[in-house]
């Protein structure tokens, strides 16, 4: 059964850090791109990181970029989601997932995760 799983999620104070990893099962996960997502309530869903699967470049929405960093560990099917100085906004559900192409881009994914919960609140 080919399927992404997120972890990692949790309440932390505003300026802190959580690391949420997305592991890969079914499937080998250095083949695609993979992307993570979060949406949060009477929000649209918002991209914010990508790692492409050929050159291991990286991309990041404005919002997140210098906070956040994406990184993938090949030899455990996992892609990681480092994110520190933490804000209220970054309040979410995050997701990962993948349009199994090889290269990041605008294009829907068709494989999601279930979802990790990210609260940042004092």
């Known amino acids: 059964q080919v399927k992404l799983e997120e972890s990692g999620g949790g309440l932390v104070q505003p300026g802190g850090s959580l690391r949420l990893s997305c592991a890969a099962s079914?499937?080998?996960?250095?083949?695609?791109?993979i992307s993570w997502f979060r949406q949060a309530p009477g929000k649209e869903r918002e991209g914010v990181s990508c790692?492409?699967?050929?050159?291991?470049?990286?991309y990041y929405a404005d919002s997140v970029k210098g906070r956040f960093t994406i990184s993938r560990d090949n030899a455990k099917n996992t892609v990681y989601l480092q994110m520190n100085s933490l804000k209220p906004e970054d309040t979410a559900v995050y997701y990962c997932?993948?349009?199994?192409?090889?290269?990041?881009?605008?294009?829907?994914?068709?494989?999601w995760g279930q979802g990790t919960q990210v609260t940042v609140s004092s």
């Open positions: 997932a993948t349009d199994r192409a090889y290269v990041c881009s605008d294009h829907d994914p068709d494989l």
């Open positions: 079914g499937f080998t996960l250095d083949y695609y791109a």
């Open positions: 790692i492409s699967s050929i050159n291991g470049a990286t």
